[in-house]
């Protein structure tokens, strides 16, 4: 009989939480929010180090037993709700924070909890929902078409052979329904070509795409960004750590052009002043972990922290930002049930 992980066993390594507390400790009594609650990591370091209150969210119901636990130690300073931050409008409808922090990756919870389906070293149930997802890995693979999902494999997951994943899931499915992470595994090692050669698993780029299109990320995080600028107060900080092109394409474009101080596209032509600014710098360095963090916390390598500054000009919607990744936004919303 397998062995059922006890969260509550497995450790989580909050990636660049040196870098986000350097960058969060100068508002030492101000009103924070962890998009991204997971393990808690900067959540409890920053109740530690500061007089701050925090409120925390994360679509994952299954970390409530963490937040309680920051709850009871902190009873007047932490709150939690189980939501997802594209829902931060509705959520705080009259309250403004100094600092928002976005942790985008998989918490080690999540991971190698098995029966989650988000690990290939399963051979749970496809699931890889992180929570409030509208569909479950195993109802999407059995009911989308081949082109979509060969889509959401080249796009999502940048792999070179989506046609033949794409083509042999359908070919497998006609047969029986794929059910476990095996199931996919197998598909995917069998229309990998023979010569493959590479650092990381055949595998990996599959479940990437696939996870991303279960829960909407793309879709998440250009509402997430937009949402928690508009809470954020004059002076306030947004924080983001990334963990793939996609997501770092999209903080990196939405940090840049809605900066008052943007580069101009070309010298002679004028400025593109209908893209209302509404941060007051940018900043093109981008911090990433240290050598020693990526040896104590190997999955941190592809961590990028990205910071920006909240002006005090008033709010408007980043209509531009939401037109330059329709692509992915109108891909994810084939994952919609009927």
Known sequence: MKKKIIPEKLYHFPVLLNEVLGLCLDKKKGDFLDCTFGGGGYSKKILIKTAANIDAIDRDKNIKKFANSLKEKFPQRFKFINEKYSNLGKIFVNKKF???????????YQIQDLSRGFSFKSNEKLDMSMGL????????????DEKNLKQVLKIFGEEKEASAIAKNIIKKRKISKILNTNDLVNIIKKSKKK?????????TKTFQALRIFVNSEVTELLNGLAEATKL?????????VSFHSIEDRIVKYFFKNYSQDKPNTSRYLPRNNQIGNILFEKFNKVIKPSKIEIIKNPPSRSAKLRFAVRNENHFEFPKELFEKFKKYSLLERANAKK
């Open 98 to 108: 100094d600092v928002i922090i976005f942790d985008l990756g998989l918490s080690s």
């Open 195 to 203: 010569n493959y050669n590479s650092k990381i698993n055949v595998c």
């Open 232 to 240: 954020l107060k004059a002076g306030g900080k947004i924080l983001v």
């Open 133 to 144: 997802s509208e569909i479950s890995l195993t109802e999407m693979l059995n009911s989308i």
